[in-house]
């Protein structure tokens, strides 16, 4: 079985530009999570969708938003950039809400310049 | 707010040594705990999931035990080998509002262990 995939795998933009990832979760999985990893904050909790809905929101500015398609597939868009969203972005998928593992795909290394 | 960390932020031992990694949480209020583990510029793996009414799991060499009370959790890595070598991540997923769950990683112990 796929693992979860994200594309693209490195990115490069500038300030201001807008940006968006992409996350396939693993076939038949249903919740898809959004993380931002740098080096000085560590992982933090983007949000959760689950069947199209967002359950869960972490404590991001409005710049940053998602979607959850019908298939499961999700994206995660990032308006205005700032030199400081340069991160690790991260999607996990799992099979059910809340209660299952979370497998993680390799990420989106985004660069702000 | 919910803070989880992880002591010692990182950690060397010779081939085949026991040892073990410890993750503490200030809420106990907490849904399940996740371990996971990160290699150099990847993404996570997922190593165990502990529901918080179950005490400990297994798989293979790794043992995860969980005290919720005193918020506290372990990851026991057994006869230890340098394909081993990553950082150790654990999550505690919690109610973070109504309806709403969240899921906050500690910082993470990079672990290295010397053949």
């Known amino acids: 079985k796929a693992g979860v995939t994200q594309t693209p795998r490195y990115l490069i933009k500038t300030r201001g530009q807008q940006v968006t990832l992409s996350c396939s979760p693993i076939?038949?999985?249903?919740?898809v999570s959004w993380y931002q990893q740098t080096p000085g904050q560590g992982l933090q909790f983007l949000f959760e969708?689950?069947?199209?809905?967002?359950?869960n929101k972490g404590n991001f500015p409005g710049r940053f938003s998602g979607r959850q398609f019908s298939n499961s597939r999700s994206e995660m868009n990032v308006s205005t950039l700032e030199l400081g969203d340069s991160a690790l972005y991260l999607c996990a998928s799992s099979l059910l809400y809340i209660t299952d593992t979370q497998y993680f795909g390799p990420g989106t290394r985004l660069t702000v310049l | 707010k919910q803070e989880v960390t992880q002591i010692p932020a990182a950690l060397s031992v010779p081939e085949g040594e026991n040892l073990v990694l410890n993750c503490s949480f200030t809420?106990?209020?907490?849904?399940?705990l996740q371990w996971f583990r990160q290699d150099p510029g990847k993404g996570l793996t997922s190593l165990l999931l502990?529901?918080?009414?179950?005490r400990e799991q297994t798989s293979g060499r790794l043992n995860a035990s969980l005290d919720k009370s005193s918020g506290r959790s372990t990851l026991y890595i057994a006869a230890s080998q340098p394909g081993d070598s990553a950082t150790y991540l654990c999550?505690?997923?919690?109610?973070?509002?109504?309806?709403?769950?969240?899921?906050?990683f500690g910082k993470g112990t990079k672990l290295s262990v010397i053949p």
């Open positions: 502990i529901q918080s009414s179950q």
């Open positions: 999550a505690v997923r919690q109610v973070h509002g109504a309806g709403s769950y969240q899921l906050t």
């Open positions: 076939s038949g999985h249903r919740s």
């Open positions: 809420d106990s209020a907490i849904y399940n």
């Open positions: 969708y689950f069947s199209e809905t967002q359950r």
